[in-house]
Nanobody, 119 residues
Framework: VQLQASGGGLVQAGGSLRLSCVASGRTVSSRAMGWFRRAPGKEREFVAGISWSGGSTQYADSVKDRFTISRDNAKNTVYLQMNSLKPEDTAIYYC?????????????WGQGTQVTVSS
């Protein structure tokens, strides 16, 4: 599976961005998918996850009520809508495909897209 993330950029605090991640090589409609991020000098952290059907989602406490994960299985794509962005959201964001239907662990990773939030 190859994952191509896009949609990152520079935005002011309080703004919004929508990340997309397209999977190719095989269908991922039967697998959970997720978004992770790595900020400068920090470890990679979980941001959000979504089950194969989209019926179940999980969020890190730091993004709950601001970010929304969704997917379109017909397009083999997962999205991350990010609202009310804060400078601490600045990071490289990675999408991932799970080995399971509802949650991790994740075994395929995209190359990442940079999100920078200015204060």
């Amino acid at each position: 599976v190859q994952l191509q993330a896009s949609g990152g950029g520079l935005v002011q605090a309080g703004g919004s961005l929508r990340l997309s991640c397209v999977a190719s090589g095989r269908t991922v409609s039967s697998r959970a998918m997720g978004w992770f991020r790595r900020a400068p000098g920090k470890e990679r952290e979980f941001v959000a996850g979504i089950s194969w059907s989209g019926g179940s989602t999980q969020y890190a406490d730091s993004v709950k009520d601001r970010f929304t994960i969704s997917r379109d299985n017909a397009k083999n794509t997962v999205y991350l809508q990010m609202n009310s962005l804060k400078p601490e959201d600045t990071a490289i964001y990675y999408c991932a495909v799970s080995t399971a239907m509802t949650t991790g662990p994740y075994d395929y990773w995209g190359q990442g897209t940079q999100v920078t939030v200015s204060s």
